[in-house]
């Protein structure tokens, strides 16, 4: 699409009443969000009282055993357990809800900054471009919604259920050393084997933020890493290969490759039922060529741009590049998606 100079300044104002709106409904949902933490932290501290008071009720049951019943001994400890389980739950449903929060006061800031910027200098300069940037940068913030969305549910779900069973497994084993130390231990071995896995999630949730050893190691062997790590935890057959230079690019070039290759490697093994996958980059002086293909079930080109804010995203970032993206696909054949950069040389700059 082609812009003049008045189209440009009219989509400017209109993107800047877009982010106008967006910032209203980012601050009402941090409303609701703030006035649900204060109402969770009340009940969290009323489950927190009634902790106390039911261990207290424990300890005497365990320090004057012979005046209480096998019933009220197991009543009491039923009580005591569903108190903390209740308790895992609200705080566990605390955490997410300060996630979102966070999340929401940082889309706010981004959101203020982007109109600031917008107010003082024209999106766009000079009589006419073909980059819609109105549009770009309203599915950059689209794309970036649904991958915090993402790893807010991921981490929820994940790591921070796992602790949150961990602790109440640490509570259980606690009170069984003094009533059946054979059920201890093994509450104790389940204990270890929880530890190891939540270990492993921390660990695969922290990759799935920013791979470290993407600063250290470079694009070649972060995504080597990541195949085999996708292997590991998924029914499918990856293949991944590399040719040409094996060098460091720079840092924004090598974090969006991972990631688009990540985008496209997790669309084919969760949308597209395939059952593999195969990727090679090959990087040469002037250029990096990257190369997606799936055995999946395919899908509709103009359909998967219109619909999926993955490939939509990627395939605006790959034209902000001056590179070149392709699809080839049909429905029932699999797909094949590829992009090339051109990389800058000394005196040369990839975005003129």
């Known amino acids: 699409m082609v812009f003049k100079t008045g189209e440009i300044e009219r989509n400017t104002e209109q993107l800047r009443e877009s982010i106008s709106e967006k910032i209203s409904l980012a601050e009402s949902k941090l409303e609701v969000i703030t006035t649900k933490i204060r109402q969770s932290q009340a009940e969290v501290d009323k489950l927190a009282q009634k902790q106390i008071s039911n261990s207290a009720k424990v300890r005497n049951i365990k320090e004057n055993t012979s005046e209480f019943t096998a019933v009220d001994v197991r009543d009491a400890y039923d009580e005591a357990l569903e108190a903390q389980q209740r308790l895992f739950v609200m705080r566990g449903q605390m955490d997410k809800f300060r996630s979102e929060q966070v999340h929401l006061q940082e889309l706010i800031m981004q959101l203020q900054d982007m109109n600031g910027y917008l107010t003082k200098t024209p999106l766009l300069e000079g009589g006419e471009t073909e980059l819609d940037a109105a549009e770009f940068v309203e599915s950059v913030i689209k794309a970036q919604e649904l991958e915090r969305k993402r790893l807010s549910n991921a981490m929820h779900d994940g790591p921070a259920q796992a602790l949150s069973n961990f602790i109440l ?115 040469n002086e002037d250029r990096v060529a990257v190369d997606v293909e799936d055995d999946g079930q395919g899908f509709n080109e103009e359909q998967a741009l219109g619909n999926s804010m993955g490939i939509k995203v990627i395939k605006e970032r790959v034209d902000i590049l001056n590179g070149e993206f392709n699809i080839d696909t049909a429905i029932g054949q699999g797909t094949r998606i590829g992009f090339t950069i051109p990389l800058a040389t000394e005196g040369q700059d990839v975005f003129a």
């Open 169 to 283: 497994q640490v509570e259980i084993a606690q009170r069984l050393f003094d009533i059946d130390l054979d059920q201890a231990r093994d509450e104790l071995d389940a204990l270890k084997a929880t530890a190891s896995a939540t270990f492993t999630k921390v660990r695969d949730f922290i990759f799935e933020l920013r791979p470290m050893m993407l600063d250290d190691l470079g694009l070649t062997p972060t995504l080597r890493h990541y195949f085999d790590a996708f292997k590991e935890q998924n029914e499918i057959e990856v293949h991944f290969t590399a040719s040409g230079t094996e060098r460091r690019l720079e840092s924004y070039l090598e974090i969006m490759i991972f990631r688009a290759v990540q985008e496209l490697v997790s669309n084919a093994a969760r949308h597209s039922q395939a059952s593999s996958v195969r990727a090679h980059i090959d990087t």
